[in-house]
C-alpha cells in the first residue's frame, strides 16, 4: 500500500507563487510515474503534471506550461510542484498520484494512489 502526502498549498496573491511537496512512503519511490492532478468545485479532475520514473521525462498541461516545474527527489521520496505566476483559476485542491505501470500519463484513471490533496487559492 503506498501512502502519498501533500503539502505546501495555501492563500496567495496573483501573480506570486508555491511549492507543493508530496512525500510517498510504503513502495518504491522509484518505480512509480508520479503526477499531480487538480479538481475544482463542480468540476471534473484535471491533469496538471506528471514526472517519469527517472525524473528526466516530464509532460504538462497546456494551461500550466511556462508557469509550473514538476520535479522529483530519489532520495528524499518526494515530488514537487513550483507553481509560478498563479492566476485565480489555478485555484482548485491539488492531489498527488503514482502509477507502478502508467503509459497514458495525463489520464486520472491510469492512476492508482492518491494523496489527500492540498487547497491552492489564488485571490485577484
Known amino acids: 500500500q503506498v501512502q502519498l502526502v501533500e503539502s505546501g498549498g495555501g492563500f496567495v496573491q496573483a501573480g506570486g507563487s508555491l511549492r507543493l511537496s508530496c512525500a510517498a512512503s510504503g513502495g518504491t519511490f522509484s518505480s512509480y510515474v508520479m503526477g499531480w492532478f487538480r479538481q475544482a468545485p463542480g468540476k471534473e479532475r484535471e491533469f496538471v503534471s506528471a514526472i517519469g520514473r527517472s525524473g528526466r521525462s516530464t509532460v504538462y498541461a497546456d494551461s500550466v506550461k511556462g508557469r509550473f516545474t514538476i520535479s522529483r527527489n530519489s532520495a528524499k521520496n518526494t515530488v514537487y510542484l513550483q507553481m509560478n505566476s498563479l492566476k485565480p483559476e489555478d485555484t482548485a485542491i491539488y492531489y498527488c498520484?503514482?502509477?507502478?505501470?502508467?503509459?497514458?500519463?495525463?489520464?486520472?484513471?491510469?492512476?492508482?494512489?492518491w494523496g489527500q490533496g492540498t487547497q491552492v487559492t489564488v485571490s485577484s
Open positions: 498520484a503514482a502509477d507502478r505501470y502508467s503509459s497514458n500519463w495525463s489520464k486520472v484513471d491510469e492512476y492508482d494512489y
